[in-house]
């Protein structure tokens, strides 16, 4: 599975961005969708994540009731919408794909996109 993230940019705090993260060279159904994200100096660290059928997410504490993540499994992309941003959401944003991972866990995950920066100014 190759996957292509993208969506990331500059925001003020309390603004809005969704990313967006295209799967290609196999479908996505049987798949765990993540996101990840890793802040300068810090260690990478789980955010959200969905079950294959699309029915069950999961979230972070940090994050809940402010992103929303979803997936297209006939357009084989997962989105993560982030609202109300806070500076200490700035990092780099990876999704992340696996069959049957402990979703919290970055070294169970199988298959990562390349990242994309989101940077929120206070």
């Known amino acids: 599975v190759q996957l292509q993230a993208s969506g990331g940019g500059l925001v003020q705090a309390g603004g809005s961005l969704s990313l967006s993260c295209a799967a290609s060279?196999?479908?996505?159904?049987?798949?765990?969708m993540g996101w990840f994200r890793q802040a300068p100096g810090k260690e990478r660290e789980y955010v959200a994540a969905?079950?294959?059928?699309?029915?069950?997410?999961y979230y972070r504490d940090a994050v809940k009731g402010r992103f929303t993540i979803t997936r297209d499994n006939g357009k084989n992309t997962v989105y993560l919408q982030m609202n109300s941003l806070r500076p200490e959401d700035t990092a780099v944003y990876y999704c992340?794909?696996?069959?049957?991972?402990?979703?919290?866990?970055?070294?169970?995950?199988?298959?990562w996109g390349q990242g994309t920066l989101v940077t929120v100014s206070s």
């Open positions: 060279g196999r479908t996505l159904s049987g798949y765990y």
């Open positions: 992340t794909a696996d069959q049957d991972p402990r979703v919290w866990i970055a070294t169970d995950w199988d298959f």
């Open positions: 969905i079950t294959d059928s699309g029915r069950v997410p």
